[in-house]
């Protein structure tokens, strides 16, 4: 099934190389100075790198027990990718040494092109293309920061999070480098698997509709995201979406939708953004999601992440803390286009067996501040939701504040264990659950928060920071499961 | 100025002694058990309360030195105000109690009346109330946590973050207890600093006119907020909103927008809510602000604490850290009606004086990663489009992710050395400032944002945690103080 469309589509066979290129070359990198080669260099050793690793450098040299080649031509094996990390100015006589050197693909990392906004810049990069065009080297860049693969090893910088970092099923294009490693950063944090991602800037040669088909291809990935501030041939890149979109869930964030935008796209990689409206009909039309920040776009790859396409629905029932909160939440879950179906007065009387008639609310939202404060009651209480065929998802409101600050609340102690119920929820097969838990506050607030959320998404249990982020998420999620082809 | 539209309105002068009593009793206070009583009584005793304290609690003892009394009758001194932590069922014998002592306020702590939707929980409240009235006492609640000032040492639970409160200049009243917390939790954190609170619950007879009428005449209220599921005398509080909110600015959350919300909030406060469309055309004629949550309350508290009103406009200047990023910046306060101008062709020159043509955007956004590894550069950029007469506000996007991961980033040091120089600027004169500073990530992120948050709250400048709450905050701002009296 997932073949058909496929087959229509050009092929982007080149791009394989360069997501497990089998050796790098780090050009620019100095054995004394720090600086963004010996920078690029130390993260692909550090981030495990399997395949054979050179390094270029003027002044030669040698660091980590790397010999620093004196020019690329002096490496005696072959090398499947290059990333370039010299000045704008040397880039010319260097990609021809790629051609000569029969190299796949050459990664600029610098800026100075066309992005730049004047004549030299555009011309530099123009005649950088034909030159590798013309030796069959593929360019990457420039003005970005390359490629991620956790699997190879591949990176191009030092994460803030490495003991989080796995590979997983979600791949991302993305036009922005500082987007890149806030999506890598704030991903891991919370759970969201990378499988490949590449930053790739002016987009000069290899650009988004090229990521898009060789995403489309690959079978690690099953979530695809996108940030573009342009492309470079509309009717291709839409064409390419409209094959892929609807196979496997795609993301886009467009930069560059307002009059100022525009222009900070266009000084930022060289693009001409095209207009908000566009974008938005193309989207719809193609199945793709269109999303206007960040962090929509990773609570999107999330709820694509964890939660099974094959059953959705919307009616939630709603766990919540507090009676204010259950207020919020069953309106911010209904203006959503949610309906939180009262719970049958079968599933009340079981919830009341063990919960006051004062102080609660079983009705939907569960408002039930008592089983808060005790795991075992909590525990039930999931159960007894989790067994009512009524709701297609439930939705858990967790309150650090709330559950530290209660009069008669237990603390860390108690809100550890109401986690541990929920992954025992999950653990015993039902799945279709969403965590909410912001964890604003002071550092021991944020350091239980951080903890909760690591070990609730370790058990495959998706987290949100609020309910309106949820709420929007899973929204975007069912509409894509009910009109999507799978 | 002050004056006029206040004499007008119906007293509120028995109120004020509920906000200042000169002594509390806390009743339903166990020696042993850690109940409500025992937890609210140690919280005063914590939060340095300096008035005449004492507890009634059934079986007497005595608590941290304090005597328990067996009856309210027994206290010898005057009592102004009770907290009444006994279950509902017991509250109409002790209100009869409190009439006979003479005291001014009850606040009943307990739920189990007319929120619990059944008619003797409705008949319970009528009956309190109607004892209370008939004596002379006021009743608070019931169902709610009561009274929060920080001045007189008023609180109804135990703070996670004690070393930041301080009293300030924020009022609020809030029907739900659960959203008390979180707003004197997450908003002390935030730099928010309350003059008083209250907790109102079902607001049987002390309800949210009388608290907005206090606010109108506190002189160390400048800015009010409100949480409202439902009002008891619709008129009144509509005519009263309406002389106060141009005076100073009030900030309304209303919960119970939708059906399923409306049911829960008659479940929570005993509430009948009202419709969404009322709530709009209301607080769009009196001139109060209507906000969809918590998150956007604080951030309209925050912007009116931090900000002076006297000069306003809608041109903003954007720092920012990444192209990415300004691009995200410049399409987000365009979208929410600002003007981000091009700044003078001297004014880039003059940046251009230490910032490198490549790889920089002088035009605004500055998008000049360089300037955010050094913090002199970075402070001689500030100074620069502070001094640039062109721009109303000045707009400084932080990235702690992108700093700390950038290849040529100098980390945390250079983090700290540019937040020194934003709160330099400050110290300076210009207050015209906004910093974006999201800090999502492990835990050594978080803790330095919180480190550098709060060195920049401490200095009176008011920090984001993302560029739309910012831009979303400010619109409003500016849109009050368009239109508002003052």
């Known amino acids: 099934m997932l073949s058909e469309p496929l087959e229509s589509l050009p092929s982007g066979y ?22 963004a080669g010996q920078g690029m260099l130390l993260s692909l050793l550090k981030f495990g790198y399997k395949g054979a690793l050179y390094a270029v450098g003027l002044h030669g040299g040698q660091i980590s027990g790397i010999e620093i080649y004196r020019s690329i031509l002096d490496i005696s094996g072959p090398v499947d990718y290059v990333i370039c990390c010299i000045p704008a100015d040397a880039t010319l006589k260097f990609m021809k040494d790629c051609v000569r050197k029969g190299v796949g693909a050459v990664h600029i990392f610098a ?5 730049s906004g004047n ?4 011309r530099l990069e123009r005649k950088l293309v034909d030159i590798a065009r013309s030796g069959g080297v593929r360019v990457l860049g420039p003005n970005c920061l390359g490629i991620f693969s956790p699997r190879e090893g591949m990176t191009f910088y030092d994460t803030t999070a490495p003991f989080l970092i796995r590979s997983g099923a979600v791949g991302f294009f993305c036009q922005s480098g500082g987007n890149t490693r806030e999506l890598i950063e704030t991903g891991t944090v919370r759970g969201i698997h990378f499988s490949k991602g590449v930053s790739y800037g ?4 290899l650009s988004e509709s090229d990521f898009l088909q060789f995403f489309a291809r690959d079978e690690e990935t099953k979530v695809i995201g996108g940030y573009i501030e342009g492309v470079k041939n509309g009717r291709n890149f839409f064409e390419t979406l409209q094959g892929i979109a609807s196979i496997k869930p795609t993301i886009i964030f467009k930069g560059g939708q307002t009059r100022a935008g525009k222009l900070a796209a266009a000084t930022h990689t060289g693009s001409l953004s095209g207009t908000a409206h566009i974008w938005e009909v ?8 269109l999303v206007n920040d960040l962090d929509e776009m990773m609570d999107l790859m999330l709820v694509f992440s964890y939660l099974g396409r094959e059953k959705t629905g919307r009616k939630v029932g709603i766990v919540s803390v507090s009676g204010g909160r259950s207020v919020q939440c069953a309106d911010i879950w209904e203006k959503e286009g949610f309906s939180i179906p009262h719970f049958p007065l079968e599933v009340q009387r079981e919830l009341h067996l063990f919960t006051p008639e004062v102080g609660t609310s079983t009705r939907n939202p569960l408002d039930a501040y008592v089983v808060f404060w005790d795991a075992s009651l909590f525990s039930r209480a999931l159960k007894v939701l ?20 209660g009069i008669q609340g237990g603390g860390a102690e108690s809100l550890r264990a109401q986690i541990e119920a929920i992954v025992h929820l999950s653990e015993q097969g039902f799945k279709r659950l969403i965590v909410v838990l912001p964890f604003e506050g002071v550092l021991d607030t944020m350091k239980l928060g951080f903890e909760l959320e690591q070990r609730l998404i370790g058990a495959g249990i998706p987290v949100y920071p609020t309910m309106l982020r949820a709420a929007s998420a899973l929204k975007r999620f069912v509409g894509y499961c009910e009109n999507g082809s799978s």
């Open 202 to 205: 002016n987009g000069s040669d």
């Open 386 to 405: 989790s067994e009512y065929r009524g709701i297609d998802y439930l939705i858990i409101d967790v309150s650090i504040i709330l559950s530290l600050t």
């Open 119 to 122: 004549a030299k810049g555009r």
């Open 14 to 35: 080149e791009i394989t190389s360069l997501f497990s290129p089998r050796s790098i070359a780090v050009v620019g990198v100095s054995q004394e100075r720090k600086n």
């Open 282 to 289: 193309v989207c719809r039309q193609s199945g793709a999601m």
């Open 111 to 115: 800026s100075g092109f066309s992005e």
